[in-house]
């Protein structure tokens, strides 16, 4: 069958996230579900700026097509919640303006975007963009873990020609793509697994390759190269009033390089959504492993010394803070992130083992751009916490800067070791505090791993299409363009196979 597709994903069977830790000391999340991050995320959906589109070179007719392909299946407008009112109004006060509306679109000013959420709390994810497959021509194998490509490297070139995978039961099988002309393998592993999986496969730099005993198949220094992360910091505001939950809804997009958002309230459970996020981004994912983070009285982890912060220091560390107390935190966060990141990383293979993370090196905070960007950021953070609408909407009692910020310090949201001037330095608040928004990427850059058609290159038939692919951070939150690029390589893909008459849906 011509258009015959596997498509593969690793669902774990225990959950749908997998923590890392940069080895900068940031905790971070991965999925590991069908779907992606877009079953474990915040939900919040934005379209990328048409100057973006423009500057990596995209269609932008196709563009315009893609976004609302995706809109239209699982993309909603929000009922805004009494926190994201109050942070929109704050936001005009402090000049983040004009007011944009409930727009996808990526305007200065503050808006109100999109959600995957629907009122109920249901989510909508990527995996329901498979319904618009014909399912005579899709297999979707979920517990399906690719170990490594395979490649004929006979010829002048390597051509891919499968993928070795192990099932639930840890079985390993291998599948072959068709030796049809036009038949590839797409690699959509995301910004920690594409890197990674082309790298075990033996594709990358040839000396790191060697030490860990992986044939060489094409050698390329930019496997693994670029990495990005947008920090983020927050400011927890407790406030008096009941704080009804939520995640993103609103944003401030300023023009100094720094997006504030917010999130409040707590959910159900320590297991719930709104737990993880709106609990202030402190806890990872859906994953229950890093509850325990989200509370202030953690600290001291911190205080151990790089080399000592073993997983089995860390789990007994989680051990002993399973049960703090939920009322700690009644209020929100309102958080800043750097838009475009100059800071950048490596990621490196640890084994060959694909179950196990890279280790992953953001660099935060290493470009001086990005320190005065958060610090903007703060600013504007203490301005709005201060705004007459802010203060008559939520019912804060104005407290000292400090006092807001020494909280913040004292949370020990990373593992990084805390400096004495973190309060008064907000440059040290801003390293000292950061966190992740989850909007990593890079790893194979299109230009240096990929070509501008997502090629890999120095081989045949393999693709790589996903969030590692992006050079420069599309500034808004990803998920919106990673999934509208899904549908732009497709049907350009199908638009050159079958003509631009081929009849897309
Ligand atoms: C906690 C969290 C909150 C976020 N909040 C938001 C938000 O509110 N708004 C927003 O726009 N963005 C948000 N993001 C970011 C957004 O979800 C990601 O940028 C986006 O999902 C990246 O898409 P991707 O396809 O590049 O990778 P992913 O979504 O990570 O997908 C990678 C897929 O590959 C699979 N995979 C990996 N390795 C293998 C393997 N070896 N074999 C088989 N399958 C494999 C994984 O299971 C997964 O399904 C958030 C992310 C997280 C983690």
Not at 14 to 38: E, K, M, P, Y
Not at 341 to 359: H, R, Y
Not at 430 to 445: A, F, L, N, R, S
Request: hydrophobic letters at 35%.
């Amino acid at each position: 069958m011509q258009n015959f597709h596997i498509s593969l994903a690793d669902t774990s069977s225990t959950s749908a996230s997998q923590c890392f830790i940069s080895t900068d000391g940031v905790f971070n999340s991965r999925a590991r579900i069908l779907g992606g991050g877009t079953c474990i995320n915040a939900g919040f959906y934005t379209r990328a700026s048409s100057s973006y589109v423009k500057r990596v070179g995209w269609d932008p007719k196709l563009v315009n097509e893609s976004y609302p392909w995706v809109e239209k299946q699982i993309v909603q407008k929000p009922n805004l919640a009494p926190w994201q009112k109050a942070v929109r109004d704050a936001l005009l006060d402090v000049g983040v303006s004009p007011f944009n509306g409930f727009t996808f679109d990526h305007k200065y000013g503050t808006k109100v975007g999109g959600t995957i959420f629907e009122e109920s709390g249901r989510r909508h994810t990527a995996a329901e963009l498979l319904a618009s497959a014909n399912p005579q021509n899709i297999d979707v194998l979920i517990h399906a873990t690719v170990q490594k490509l395979t490649f004929d490297t006979r010829g002048k070139r390597p051509k891919a020609v499968g993928v070795i995978f192990k099932d639930e039961n840890g079985k390993q099988h291998e599948a072959f793509i068709s030796k049809r002309s036009g038949s590839e393998i797409f690699v959509t592993s995301g910004a920690i697994g594409s890197p990674q999986l082309l790298l075990l496969s033996g594709i990358g730099p040839k000396e790191d390759l060697k030490k860990l005993e992986i044939p060489l198949v094409h050698h390329n220094k930019f496997v693994g190269e670029g990495m990005q992360d947008n920090p983020m910091n927050t400011i927890f505001v407790p406030v008096k009033n009941h704080v009804k939950q939520s995640l993103i809804q609103t944003v401030g997009i300023t023009k100094k390089g720094v997006y504030i958002e917010a999130s409040s309230g707590f959910g159900q459970g320590r297991d719930s959504i709104q737990c993880h996020h709106a609990l202030g981004y402190l806890c990872f994912g859906l994953s229950k492993t890093y509850n325990f983070w989200m509370n202030e009285q953690i600290g001291q982890l911190s205080t151990i010394p790089p080399k000592q912060r073993t997983k089995e220091a860390i789990e007994a560390y989680k051990d002993t803070k399973k049960d703090l107390p939920f009322e700690a935190f009644k209020g929100g966060f309102i958080l800043e992130k750097i838009a475009v990141p100059k800071s950048k990383g490596q990621l490196k293979l640890i084994d060959t083992n694909v179950e196990n993370n890279p280790a992953v090196t953001f660099n935060y905070f290493s470009h001086p751009r990005d320190l005065e960007s958060c610090v903007e950021g703060i600013r504007i953070i203490e301005s709005l916490v201060k705004s007459s609408d802010f203060i008559s909407n939520t019912g804060f009692d104005v407290e000292s800067t400090e006092k807001l910020l020494n909280m913040s310090v004292k949370a020990n949201i990373n593992l990084i070791p805390k400096q004495t001037n973190d309060t008064n330095s907000l440059e040290q608040f801003c390293k000292d505090t950061v966190i992740t928004i989850w909007h990593y990427h890079g790893g194979c850059h299109v230009g240096r791993v990929v070509d501008p058609n997502y090629r890999v290159l120095g081989v045949d038939r393999l693709r790589v299409v996903d969030g590692s692919t992006f050079t420069i951070s599309p500034g808004t939150n990803p998920q919106a363009t990673v999934m509208m690029l899904g549908r732009y390589v497709g049907v350009k893909i199908l638009r050159e196979r079958l003509g631009k008459e081929a009849n897309v849906v």
